[in-house]
């Protein structure tokens, strides 16, 4: 039975950071692509970052490039997310996904099919 658990959501200000971990079991993170997620109430899914075990290869979207990062723990079997400098239009509730047949790092839900029960991220203005 494949799970995904993200946790290291939480309540933060403005300016800080978060670090979200993706652990995964019953299925091996090493040769399909990983995602990032988030919704916001009100709003679409949307990619947020995504990785290629494969080669190495990212995806961020435009609205969190240069703050946050994607990594990958091959021995823990775990995906993390590294957010810096929050903003709070970056509250919403964050979801880690993998794909069962594709490598390439894409933003599209579509790509995957393993979901996370996803974590709160909220951060005040």
């Known amino acids: 039975q494949v799970q995904l658990v993200e946790s290291g959501g939480g309540l933060v200000q403005a300016g800080g950071s978060l670090r979200l971990s993706c652990a995964a079991s019953?299925?091996?993170?090493?040769?399909?692509?990983i995602g990032w997620f988030r919704q916001a109430p009100g709003k679409e899914r949307e990619g947020v970052s995504s990785?290629?075990?494969?080669?190495?290869?990212?995806y961020y979207a435009d609205a969190v490039k240069g703050r946050f990062t994607i990594s990958r723990d091959n021995a823990k079997n775990t995906v993390y997310l590294q957010m810096n400098s929050l903003k709070a239009e970056d509250t919403a509730v964050y979801y880690c996904?993998?794909?069962?047949?594709?490598?390439?790092?894409?933003?599209?839900?579509?790509?995957?099919?393993?979901w996370g029960q996803g974590t709160q991220v909220t951060v005040s203005s």
């Open positions: 019953g299925f091996t993170l090493d040769y399909y692509a």
């Open positions: 996904a993998t794909s069962t047949w594709a490598s390439v790092a894409s933003p599209n839900r579509w790509q995957y099919d393993y």
């Open positions: 990785i290629n075990p494969r080669d190495g290869s990212t």
